[in-house]
């Protein structure tokens, strides 16, 4: 095997790792981002409004 082609397959394995890594942290972040838009939207919502005695569910906590 030539010297070369041996650094050329540790420079594309050295590169690949770095590529992986990075596609981890942009992962990441991109979760992270949608973790804070849904509990954004689900602090928007507005609260259930309780139901009447004697109706369905006016007994049982349905929204707990």
Do not use: H
């Not at 650094?7 to 596609?23: E, P, Y």
């Not at 942290?25 to 309780?50: G, M, Y």
């Amino acid at each position: 095997m030539d010297v070369s082609s041996i650094a050329a397959a540790a420079s594309a394995n050295s590169m690949a790792r770095v590529q992986q890594q990075v596609s981890l942290v942009v992962l990441k972040q991109a979760l992270d981002l949608q973790e804070q838009s849904a509990l954004q939207l689900l602090e928007a919502l507005p609260a259930p409004a309780p139901s009447p005695v004697g109706s369905v569910g006016g007994v049982i906590d349905t929204y707990a």
